[in-house]
């Protein structure tokens, strides 16, 4: 595992108009005729972009601009906790996304990087092949929202017994803030979530960003990654992948919450699709074996890119 913690800084911050609502931005490098750049989708729903910023790397090692941003809800964007479900929609993100390629200048061509929610977000951007869209990376997501629960059911079986009765007792009572569903959840966490313990600052920070306002991830996912009652319990997103025209990089860890099972609908039925299995990673391999992800999605944007012209 990575154990560097240097983070290229931004270059350039800011925030674009969506509605009459802000979402905050920074792009590392410069971007510019010629270079496609690179937009990271942060996870959750209702994480922050912090943890995604090792991806920051590829701007300093390839040159290629990378753009993270807050989803509406989160981290440094407009916070609306007394919106409801009807409020959190996928379509509200897709058109975010939407918005802020515009609000750049960077929608007539831009690969994406989509991580847990965010690689199910990037999917539901390509099925509907928009012109601008070169590649998409899917890190650490799965194809439905069922897989993923079956799998997380299936995962927390081989907790220890007393910490599984532990999340079971508080579920059921809802007791969700309780110190002791807490920490029984962190020892899922860190077998399935981020096996870099204690974890790294941008991770932390935006756990931090969660607790301060859960908002989005309490209403489309539930109180934890495995026990999912929100808006997107039902979400799938199997039976259009066919409709994706863009070339896919499939990423997960050999110990992630986004098991084989869960990723698997991508592997067979996106047309243009290679698939890498990090094995020394659980969800974050951008984090947990950082220099091998970073050399794995630079030759898959290169390769995409072709030679320079």
């Given amino acids: 595992m990575t154990t560097s913690r240097t983070l290229a800084p931004a270059d350039r911050e800011g925030t674009v108009p969506f509605g009459e609502y802000e979402t905050w931005y920074r792009i590392t490098g410069e971007l510019r005729p010629g270079v496609t750049p690179l937009v990271a989708l942060h996870g959750g729903p209702g994480c922050s972009h912090?943890?995604?910023l090792t991806i920051a790397d590829l701007a300093a090692s390839t040159g290629?601009?990378?753009?993270h941003y807050d989803q509406l809800g989160n981290g440094r964007s407009t916070h609306l906790p007394g919106k409801g479900a009807d409020f959190w929609t996928v379509e509200l993100?897709?058109?975010?996304?939407?918005?802020l390629l515009a609000a750049l200048g960077i929608q007539d061509g831009y690969h994406l990087l989509g991580q847990s929610w965010g690689g199910m977000l990037g999917a539901e951007h390509a099925v509907r092949r928009p012109s601008g869209l070169r590649s998409l990376v899917i890190a650490d997501s799965p194809a439905s929202m069922e897989l993923w629960v079956n799998e997380a059911n299936r995962l927390r079986e081989l907790l220890p017994p007393e910490v599984n009765a532990t999340l079971l007792k508080h579920e059921a009572e809802r007791t969700y803030d309780d110190p002791a569903y807490q920490e029984a959840m962190q020892v899922f966490y860190a077998r399935h979530v981020c096996r870099v313990v204690p974890n790294p600052p941008e991770v932390a920070a935006t756990f931090a960003h969660m607790e301060a306002d859960p908002t989005v991830y309490m209403t489309m996912n539930g109180p934890s990654e495995f026990h999912v009652i929100g808006s997107l319990r039902t979400w799938s997103i199997i039976d259009r992948l066919h409709r994706i025209d863009v070339p896919v990089q499939l990423v997960s860890g050999a110990h992630d919450e986004a098991t084989a099972a869960c990723v698997q609908p991508f592997a067979d039925h996106v047309p243009d699709v290679r698939r890498h299995v990090f094995p020394d990673s659980s969800h974050m391999p951008h984090v947990e074996e950082r220099a091998a992800f970073m050399a794995l999605i630079a030759g898959f944007l290169a390769d995409v890119d072709g030679p320079p012209k």
């Fill in 50 to 52: 912090d943890y995604l």
């Fill in 64 to 67: 290629r601009p990378v753009v």
């Fill in 93 to 99: 993100f897709l058109a975010e996304l939407d918005s």
